[in-house]
């Protein structure tokens, strides 16, 4: 039984993670679906969240009123429109980590990386006179690039180093400030500026009246506050969730974990439970439906639900520690069922689990690797998977009965993928995925 923390964590911690490959997907060849764009980080890619939902527009938004006529106020999957009135442009943003331990200096290091996904519909093709009526998808391209970064080893130098797990805010209409979880044991909560820029080569070729859709998304980080919550022994935190009233929930690797509450710009701990977990701790989740209840996991392969309200003085309200096979890896809540919950493990399983009764789970696939992470897709009942060896994997549940059913297998990464979630433009039902792998250092965005 595999209760160790495997290849996760900067693997030997002796500067060799470049060296590394994983054998089941070195080499392999992606069919079927169509890669948008590649990208490479400075260090091991391991976690991904895209962004969703409304967000608020501060000082950069370009003076239109959106639908409501709420100047500064846009949707995440919000079209707009192009000088020519017709071309319409939706831009996605997505948030991925970076970890690795530097071999001269013994230090961990890395940061987050943001990157667009920006569709194009409309408008008229290049080289082409004729037009194409506004709301059509003749006319649809998409395009995959980095548009900032934040922490050492990226370019530009903070405080902020390897970072384990990248969050979105999930307060309303809150899409420009997110949260990293470090190797340093801190948890650091930072601010976005969105604007749109020329493109590089069109700056170098010194065009003038550059229009909008030449423009290209670009990121600034702002460091807002820090909080430690990494706890003893190797001092890292892990994984964090955050609730839609401004709550955190941070574990660490020596098994604790805390909750924490953010206003603006501070963080503070408000409850710590140690020694929830007996080895280290990967996983970590609020309970979207029940207010106080938050669901975690480690390598002792134990997957448990607390009532934090009582501070964990009576401790986990519910305990599982037969069913995986080696450490849990992710504990994920459904958005749309308030008794289901998706966990992951090293044991190459997602299982799916009625927490009114976590005895035995509802259902459980193999996707062919440890489950490091799963994502929900934000409108139906569908899974995103990084698989590490198994590659990207997504996963249709069966709402009724909760069944899982391998949908579609993304083995484009020549190395071990840490991170995979939706990009769901939700005006049209299209998705794509964004992946990431780590020592291959490669992100991936590919049409589903």
């Not at 839609?244 to 574990?251: H, K, P, R, T």
């Not at 949908?407 to 769901?424: C, K, L, T």
């Amino acid at each position: 039984m595999m209760t160790t923390r495997g290849t996760r964590g900067g693997g030997d911690d002796d500067g060799n993670d470049g060296d590394r490959r994983d054998s089941n997907v070195s080499g392999k060849k992606n069919e079927g679906k169509e890669t948008v764009g590649v990208e490479t980080t400075t260090y091991g890619a391991c976690g991904v969240e895209v962004r969703r939902g409304e967000y608020r527009v501060d000082g950069n938004d370009d003076g239109d009123d959106d639908d409501d006529g709420n100047e500064g106020w846009r949707r995440a999957d919000a079209y707009e429109d192009e000088d020519d009135g017709v071309e319409k442009r939706q831009v996605k943003l997505a948030l991925v980590a970076e970890y690795e331990m530097d071999a001269l200096s013994g230090t961990r290091v890395g940061g987050v990386r943001a990157y667009a996904c920006v569709r194009r519909r409309g408008g008229r093709r290049e080289g082409d006179s004729g037009e194409v009526e506004a709301g059509s998808t003749a006319n649809t391209t998409m395009e995959f690039i980095e548009a900032g970064s934040i922490g050492r080893g990226t370019t530009r130098m903070e405080t902020i180093g390897a970072i384990f797990e990248c969050r979105w805010s999930a307060r309303a209409g809150d899409g420009a400030r997110c949260a990293f979880a470090g190797a340093d044991g801190y948890v650091t909560l930072a601010s976005l500026r969105e604007e749109f820029v020329p493109r590089k080569k069109d700056v170098d070729s010194r065009e003038s009246g550059i229009s909008k859709k030449t423009q290209t998304p670009s990121v600034t980080f702002q460091e807002l506050s820090r909080a430690y919550c990494g706890g003893e022994g190797l001092g890292m935190a892990t994984c964090l969730d955050w609730r839609s009233d401004g709550a955190l929930v941070v574990s660490a690797a020596d098994g604790s974990f805390r909750v924490a509450k953010e206003d603006v710009s501070a963080i503070e701990i408000v409850t710590t439970i140690e020694r929830a977990h007996d080895l280290e701790m990967w996983a970590v989740a609020f309970d979207p439906w029940r207010e106080g209840v938050v669901y975690t996991g480690a390598d002792d392969c134990a997957f448990k639900a607390w009532d934090v309200r009582a501070d964990g003085a009576s401790g986990a309200q519910m305990v599982n520690r037969k069913t995986h096979g080696a450490g849990v890896t992710c504990v994920a809540p459904a958005p749309r069922n308030e008794h289901v919950v998706a966990t992951g493990s090293y044991d190459d399983h997602v299982r799916l689990w009625d927490v009114r009764k976590i005895t035995a789970p509802l259902s459980e696939l193999n996707v062919g690797g440890g489950a490091w992470r799963c994502r929900w897709h934000p409108t139906r009942d569908a899974l995103a998977c990084a698989a590490m060896g198994g590659g990207a994997v997504l996963i249709d549940v069966e709402s009724a009965s909760g069944t899982l059913s391998k949908a579609y297998v993304y083995d484009a990464h020549e190395s071990i993928v840490y991170g995979a979630d939706w990009v769901s433009f939700e005006s049209d039902g299209d998705d794509a995925v964004v992946s990431c792998s780590f020592y291959d250092k490669s992100v991936r965005c590919w049409n589903v």
